[in-house]
């Protein structure tokens, strides 16, 4: 990580859900970390969410409070943190308009996040040019606040390389160095798999565990876990590698030598699944139950929470525009000065 520049971060989600374990071991838990030392953005992409969502406006608009109650839930500190409004800042929409000239339509069928994404939607045809390009968009969030360091899942990593071709070659062309490269920042566990054992945790892919599931859903969802299909009685040897209860212990259980311990019993056998998930019921319970409180109580008071996002948006608006006419200027579109 970049150690002698000044550092400005920039992370973000999409309002289409309320934000789950694997948001949380993706990036919250960066998130709020590095609120303690550096400047932080954080952006509610509800233009972004728009672009595979244009019909359910209102899906986003009760969704933008779900995003920022478990933001503040999970610890981020309006105070250190500025949490903003992508669709109030209309800068980003212009930076958009103005990156989209810089970007070829063979590059961005090559994002191998879209790429994926565009199948799993099953757009064909029908693709919208909104989604097709919304990385220049996020090239545009990340820009425009001037990030340098984006705190993300690996999924993201297309993204930023995207940003950063786009950095140069605007750099280049218009002769100068407004805006600068961003650094992905991929944590530890990169990502955390469904709990029906698919490689990612997803809302559309109905494999989630939300930050804000009342206990009793959390335990029907670890008892369907996905384990060893193979281990069948409690006495039959059973494995470790794909199965989603034992990477959910390495992440969230606080003492690893149980786990190791666990481990060593479940491929000997005679360890059950039913005692194994127990087990991380009661692990994910006790890390889950202080974050379900603390948004309850932030839920009762809508108006403070949508407070924080104004406040955080008039902020970045300023910002915003700072860096829109250092563009403009860049880009000679400051006619009025001669
Ligand atoms: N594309 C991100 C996601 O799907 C959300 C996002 C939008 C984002 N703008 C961003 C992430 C800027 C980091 C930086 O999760």
């Not at 244009?54 to 779900?66: A, M, S, T, V």
């Not at 798999?193 to 009793?216: C, E, H, R, T, V």
């Not at 880009?331 to 000065?337: D, F, R, T, V």
Request: charged share 25%; net charge negative.
């Amino acid at each position: 990580m970049k150690k002698d520049k000044e550092i400005t971060i920039l992370t973000g989600d999409r309002p289409t859900g309320p934000l789950h374990l694997g948001h949380y071991v993706g990036s919250l838990l960066n998130r709020v970390a590095l609120q303690e030392k550096y400047k932080q953005y954080i952006i509610i992409a509800d233009v972004q969410a728009l672009t595979d969502n244009w019909e359910h406006p209102e899906k986003l608009k009760k969704n933008i409070l779900e995003v920022a109650l478990d933001y503040l839930a999970v610890g981020i500190d309006p105070n250190k943190s500025t949490i903003f409004i992508q669709s109030m800042i209309p800068q980003i929409a212009e930076l958009t308009i103005f990156y989209l000239n810089l970007v070829t339509v063979a590059r961005l069928k090559r994002n191998p996040t879209v790429k994926t994404e565009i199948q799993q939607k099953g757009f064909g045809e029908s693709l919208p040019a909104g989604f097709f390009v919304y990385p220049v968009s996020q090239a545009a969030d990340i820009t425009v606040v001037k990030g340098n360091l984006v705190p993300v899942g690996e999924d993201q990593l297309p993204m930023i390389e995207q940003t950063n071709e786009i950095v140069r070659s605007f750099n280049r062309i218009y002769n100068c160095d407004v805006l600068v490269e961003a650094e992905a920042l991929i944590p530890k566990f990169a990502r955390l798999p469904g709990i029906d054992g698919q490689a990612k945790m997803g809302k559309s892919l109905g494999n989630a565990i939300f930050l804000s599931d009342p206990m009793d859903v959390v335990v029907e969802k670890v008892m369907s876990m996905y384990t060893d299909p193979g281990h069948i009685r409690v006495e039959d040897p059973g494995k470790i590698e794909g199965n989603v209860v034992f990477t959910y212990l390495d992440v969230f259980a606080p003492d690893s030598a149980e786990v190791e311990e666990l481990k060593t019993h479940y491929q000997r056998g005679g360890l059950g699944d039913v005692k194994l998930k127990r087990r991380l019921i009661e692990i994910l319970n006790t890390f889950l139950e202080p974050i379900r409180e603390r948004r309850k109580q932030l839920a009762k008071d809508p108006e403070y929470v949508m407070n924080i996002l104004h406040e955080g948006t008039q902020k970045a608006l300023a910002v915003a525009e700072q860096t829109l006419q250092e563009v403009r200027k860049a880009m000679q579109l400051n006619y009025y000065n001669l």
